[in-house]
């Protein structure tokens, strides 16, 4: 999904529904920076998934500018946060890596 942020930035979305026990690696992210930014060209590319990203996903996220929004944010995002805001935090330091027991 491609839009445009309040600030004139091109922003792309890419949006993974995997089971919450699950977790996105470094390889997804690779994979989507090179399409987001060479492309689509985007400013602001964002990857939403339905579960939490590694910690090697989320240090590749900090160092080329990717925005994540995991399970816990998306929560965020629907009750209202502006997406502007989600995507100032500092990926390469949040989350806490845990996975989901399917039951959880």
């Not at 839009?3 to 977790?23: E, F, M, N, T």
């Amino acid at each position: 999904m491609t839009g445009w942020l309040p600030d004139g930035r091109k922003l792309v979305i890419q949006c993974k529904r995997y089971a919450k026990h699950r977790s996105v690696g470094s390889r997804d992210l690779q994979t989507f920076n090179g399409t987001a930014r060479s492309e689509h060209g985007a400013d602001a590319p964002v990857f939403v998934a339905s579960c939490v990203f590694t910690k090697p996903a989320r240090d590749f996220a900090a160092k080329h500018h990717l925005a994540l929004i995991d399970v816990d944010l998306l929560g965020f995002w629907n009750g209202g946060t502006p997406l502007p805001k989600l995507l100032d935090l500092d990926t390469g330091s949040s989350g806490n890596n845990r996975r989901l027991r399917p039951d959880e």
